[in-house]
C-alpha cells in the first residue's frame, strides 16, 4: 500500500499542531462567529443585597455585614463573590471566572488565586474545611454556603420621592432594553447558531470511481469512522443520512449545521489504473473551509479494506490534534495516525516522572506510525534521559538523513534537538526564538526558552518566558503537566538569583496552588522565607511537610533553608537549622533510604563543619556507588574530594579529582569540571578553579542557581575574586 504524497495544510488558519509536548484544552469552548466564546453565557450580576451563610453581602458598598461587624473588601472581590453567588451552586472554571469579573485582561492565576484567599479570609473560611468557597481539584471555585436575597436596608427607603420616581423610569427603561435585547439575541441565536467543535458530522465518503460496486466501500469508510471516533471518546459523533452525498464544503458545512457539529468530516474514492485512492478532509462548519486534506491512502481493489483502515487512523488522529494538540499543526509534514497519537500522548504524559515508561509508548508511536516525526524528537530526549545516548544519537540521525522531507518547522526542531547532545545551549536559544516567531504564544515553546536562559545565566529571560506560560489564560490542562513543575522552580530561582525573594516566594506559593505536595516547591517556598527572615512562616511550611506525603523527609527541606541562611550571612540561623535536619534524620532512620539519608546527612554535618563525620559518610556512600558514572555517583565523588581538601586530606582529594577527570565526556555536561573547580579551590589553587569553571559551563554545565544556595559552601575560597563573581554575575 502506497501512502499518498499529499502534505497536510491548513486552508482555514492556524489550529491545531503536535510539537514536541502535548496541550488539552482547558475546557470545552463552541465557535460563535469567527471567535470562540464560553460555551454558556454567565449569570448577570445582581446589583442588590444578599445573605451569604452568616454575612449580608453588599456589594455597593463593598461591605460584608454580620451580627458582630461590618468588614470591606476590594471591589475585584465583591466582583468575585457576586459572580460566585449568580451562578450557585455551579462550579467555575478559572478561565471563566477570569474572563468575567477581570473582562477578559491576562491575569495570572495567581491574581485569582489571591482574591479567592481575600474572600476566604474576609468571610472567616477555610480552604481545608470550606463553608463558603470551595476548591474544586482541576476544576475550579464554587460557593457551598446558603444564598438567600434580602430586603434593601431602612436608609434606602428614606430616598425622596422624586429619586425614587428616577429609579422607577430607569428599571422600566432598562425592562424595556432587555426585552429588546434579549429578542435579537434569539433572532441572531436562530439566524447563526452556535456550533460544537466536539460535535463532528461524519459523511458518507462520495464515491467517483465510476463503478457503483464501490458504494458499499464509501458507506463502509463512514461507517468505521463512526465507530472509531466514538471508542476514542474526543467527540460527539453524527452520522450524515444523506442520500446523495456531496464533497464539496458547502453542501458539507450546511448538512453540519443543521446538527450543531461544528466540524465535519467527508472524503472521496477515486480509481486510476486499477488502484483505489481514497481521500478524506476536515472542515470547519462554521467557516466553510478546509481545515485538512489528509494524505490519501492508494491501493489494489483486493487490498481496499487496508486502504479504509489506514484512512480511518490518519483522520481520527487529524480530530485529535485538532482539538487537543498545539495550534499550529499544518506546520508539520504528517498527521499521526489516532492509535500513533494516543501512545505519543500517554509517552509524554509519562516523560517527566517515568522514563523507561516513556520510552515504551514512544517507541510504539514510532513504531505504528514511522512518519511520526515529533514522536521521533521525543524519543530522541526520552532515550538521553535514559543513559541511552547512542540510541537517541541515530534517532536524530536519521531523521537529519532526510530532513528535506520535513518542513521548514521541523526542521528547526530538528536542529535545536541536534544541538542539544553538543551542549550548545546558545544556539539552541537561537532556535528557539526562530521557533517562537512562527508560534509566538506556543506554551512548550516558552518553557523550553525559560530553562535554557536559566542554563545560561539569564534569569531576567528565564522570569519572563515562564510568565508568559504562568499568567497565560486557558492554559490549564497545560499548567497541570508536571513539566510546568519545572518552569515554576526555574522562575522561582531566577527571582533568587536577582535577590527578588519576595516574587519568588509569590511563584513558588502560585506552584503549589498547582502541586501542592511537591516537595521542591515547598523548599523553594521555604528557601524564599528564610532569605526574607519570615521565621514563623519557614516554621508553618516545615510542619507542613512533616505532615504530608511529599516523597522526601523534612530534614532535605531544613538543609536547603541552612544553605540560604549561611549564603545570606546568618551563620548562627544556618547551624541551627543543620542541626535540626540531623535531629530529623536521627529520628527517621529508613534502612529502605540508606542512600537519601545518607546523603542528607552529609551535607547537614558539611554546614555544621562536622567534616571527619561527614567524610566518614560520603566515603561509605561512595563504596554504595562504586564504580558508577550516574549523577549520584559523581555527586558524592564531588562533595566527598571537597571535604577532604578542607580537611587537608591531599591523598583523598587528589584521587577523586583524578576519578573526576576520567569519568567526564559530553553526556556529563560539564558536572565533573564543576566539581573539580570546587576541589581546587579548598586545595589553595584558586585560579586554576576559575579555568575549571569556565571549562565547565563550555562542557554544558548550567546550574548557576547553585552558586547562589547549594554549591556555595564549595566555592567559599573563591568569594571577593572578580573573576569569580564575573562568572556569577547574570546575563542580560
Known amino acids: 500500500m502506497e501512502r499518498g504524497r499529499h502534505s497536510v495544510r491548513s486552508v482555514a488558519g492556524n489550529r491545531g499542531v503536535v510539537v514536541p509536548f502535548p496541550v488539552t484544552q482547558a475546557s470545552k469552548k463552541d465557535y460563535n462567529g469567527a471567535t470562540m466564546r464560553p460555551e454558556t453565557a454567565p449569570a448577570a450580576k445582581p446589583t442588590g443585597p444578599f445573605r451569604l451563610g452568616d454575612w449580608e453581602v453588599r456589594p455597593h458598598h463593598n461591605e460584608l455585614v454580620s451580627a458582630q461587624e461590618t468588614r470591606h473588601i476590594e471591589p475585584k472581590a465583591m466582583d468575585l463573590l457576586v459572580f460566585m453567588a449568580s451562578n450557585a451552586p455551579e462550579v467555575l472554571s478559572k478561565d471563566a471566572i477570569i474572563d468575567f469579573v477581570w473582562e477578559g485582561r491576562i491575569i495570572s492565576e495567581g491574581t485569582l488565586t489571591n482574591t479567592i484567599a481575600e474572600l476566604r479570609r474576609a468571610l472567616g473560611d477555610d480552604a481545608r474545611h470550606p463553608r463558603y468557597i470551595e476548591t474544586i481539584p482541576k476544576r475550579g471555585y464554587c460557593l457551598v454556603a446558603p444564598i438567600e436575597s434580602v430586603s434593601p436596608s431602612t436608609s434606602d427607603d428614606e430616598q425622596a420621592p422624586l429619586h425614587r420616581r428616577r429609579i422607577l423610569v430607569v428599571i422600566a427603561a432598562t425592562a424595556v432594553l432587555l426585552t429588546v435585547v434579549a429578542a435579537a439575541t434569539i433572532f441572531l441565536q436562530t439566524r447563526n447558531r452556535p456550533l460544537d467543535p466536539e460535535?463532528?458530522?461524519?459523511?458518507?465518503?462520495?464515491?467517483?470511481?465510476?463503478?457503483?460496486?464501490?458504494?458499499?466501500?464509501?458507506?463502509?469508510?463512514?461507517?468505521?469512522?463512526?465507530?472509531?471516533?466514538?471508542?476514542?471518546?474526543?467527540?460527539?459523533?453524527?452520522?450524515?443520512?444523506?442520500?446523495?452525498?456531496?464533497?464539496?464544503?458547502?453542501?458539507?458545512?450546511?448538512a453540519a449545521r443543521t446538527s450543531g457539529a461544528g466540524l465535519a468530516v467527508s472524503g472521496t474514492l477515486y480509481l486510476h489504473e486499477g488502484q483505489v485512492e481514497v481521500q478524506a478532509r476536515l472542515v470547519d462548519v462554521q467557516e466553510s473551509a478546509l481545515l485538512y486534506a489528509i494524505p490519501a491512502s492508494i491501493t489494489d481493489q483486493e487490498r481496499i479494506s487496508e486502504a479504509l483502515d489506514e484512512v480511518v487512523q490518519q483522520t481520527v488522529g487529524?480530530?485529535?490534534?485538532?482539538?487537543?494538540?498545539?495550534?499550529?499543526?499544518?506546520?508539520?509534514?504528517?498527521a499521526p495516525d489516532f492509535e500513533a497519537y494516543r501512545e505519543f500522548i500517554a509517552g509524554s504524559e509519562l516523560f517527566a516522572v517515568d522514563t523507561i515508561a516513556s520510552i515504551h509508548h514512544l517507541e510504539r508511536a514510532v513504531e505504528l506510525d514511522p512518519n511520526f516525526t515529533p514522536a521521533k524528537f521525543r524519543l530522541s530526549v526520552a532515550y538521553r534521559?535514559?543513559?541511552?545516548?547512542?540510541?537517541?544519537?541515530?534517532?536524530?540521525?536519521?531523521?537529519?538523513?532526510?530532513?528535506?522531507?520535513?518542513?521548514?518547522?521541523?526542521?528547526?526542531?530538528?536542529?535545536?534537538?541536534?544541538?542539544?547532545?553538543?551542549?550548545?545551549?546558545?544556539?539552541?536559544?537561537?532556535?528557539?526564538?526562530r521557533i517562537e516567531d512562527t508560534v509566538p504564544d506556543d506554551p512548550v515553546v516558552q518553557h523550553m526558552i525559560c530553562g535554557t536562559a536559566a542554563a545560561l545565566n539569564r534569569p531576567r529571560e528565564a522570569i519572563s518566558a515562564a510568565t508568559a506560560i504562568i499568567g497565560a489564560k486557558g492554559l490549564v490542562g497545560f499548567l497541570e503537566n508536571p513539566i510546568v513543575i519545572k518552569t515554576y522552580l526555574r522562575c522561582a530561582t531566577s527571582h533568587h538569583i536577582l535577590g527578588n525573594h519576595l516574587?519568588?516566594?509569590?511563584?513558588?506559593?502560585?506552584?503549589?496552588?498547582?502541586?501542592?505536595?511537591?516537595?521542591?516547591?515547598?523548599?523553594?517556598?521555604?528557601?524564599?522565607?528564610?532569605?526574607?527572615?519570615?521565621?514563623?512562616?519557614?516554621?508553618?511550611?516545615?510542619?507542613?511537610?512533616?505532615?504530608?506525603?511529599?516523597?522526601?523527609?523534612?530534614?532535605?527541606?531544613?538543609?536547603?533553608?541552612?544553605?540560604?541562611?549561611?549564603?545570606h550571612g546568618r551563620p548562627e540561623q544556618a547551624l541551627d537549622l543543620a542541626r535540626r535536619a540531623l535531629t530529623v534524620l536521627d529520628d527517621r532512620a529508613d534502612p529502605n533510604e540508606a542512600f537519601t539519608e545518607g546523603w542528607l546527612r552529609a551535607r547537614a554535618l558539611v554546614l555544621t563543619d562536622e567534616l571527619d563525620q561527614a567524610q566518614a559518610v560520603l566515603e561509605t556512600l561512595r563504596s554504595m556507588t562504586e564504580g558508577g558514572t550516574t549523577s549520584p555517583s559523581l555527586r558524592v565523588d564531588g562533595w566527598l574530594g571537597v571535604v577532604a581538601a578542607r580537611r587537608g586530606d591531599l591523598e583523598t582529594a587528589y584521587a577523586v579529582d583524578n576519578a573526576l577527570a576520567s569519568t567526564n565526556g559530553p553526556e556529563r555536561r560539564g558536572w565533573p569540571t564543576h566539581y573539580r573547580a570546587a576541589i581546587a579551590a579548598w586545595l589553595g589553587h584558586r585560579d586554576q578553579a576559575i579555568d575549571l569553571l569556565s571549562q565547565s559551563r563550555a562542557e554544558g554545565w548550567g546550574s548557576f542557581f547553585f552558586f547562589h544556595d547549594g554549591h556555595r559552601v564549595l566555592f567559599e575560597p573563591l568569594e571577593g575574586m572578580d573573576a569569580y563573581e564575573a562568572l556569577l554575575h547574570p546575563e542580560g
Open 385 to 433: 534521559n535514559g543513559g541511552r545516548q547512542a540510541e537517541g544519537a541515530e534517532v536524530l540521525a536519521r531523521l537529519n538523513e532526510n530532513r528535506q522531507t520535513l518542513t521548514g518547522f521541523e526542521r528547526l526542531w530538528l536542529d535545536y534537538f541536534l544541538a542539544g547532545p553538543e551542549n550548545r545551549r546558545r544556539d539552541r536559544l537561537v532556535l528557539l526564538r
Open 503 to 567: 516574587e519568588e516566594l509569590r511563584t513558588a506559593q502560585s506552584g503549589l496552588e498547582i502541586f501542592p505536595t511537591d516537595h521542591d516547591l515547598l523548599v523553594a517556598v521555604a528557601r524564599a522565607l528564610t532569605a526574607l527572615g519570615d521565621k514563623k512562616g519557614f516554621e508553618e511550611v516545615v510542619a507542613r511537610v512533616s505532615t504530608i506525603d511529599t516523597g522526601l523527609t523534612p530534614a532535605n527541606l531544613l538543609i536547603e533553608a541552612a544553605a540560604t541562611a549561611r549564603a
Open 199 to 254: 460535535v463532528v458530522l461524519v459523511s458518507v465518503f462520495v464515491n467517483r470511481t465510476g463503478d457503483p460496486s464501490f458504494d458499499a466501500a464509501a458507506l463502509l469508510v463512514r461507517d468505521r469512522l463512526v465507530t472509531k471516533l466514538s471508542e476514542s471518546g474526543l467527540v460527539q459523533v453524527v452520522p450524515a443520512n444523506i442520500d446523495q452525498p456531496d464533497d464539496m464544503i458547502d453542501s458539507l458545512s450546511s
Open 318 to 334: 487529524v480530530v485529535a490534534t485538532h482539538l487537543h494538540a498545539h495550534g499550529h499543526f499544518q506546520l508539520m509534514s504528517h
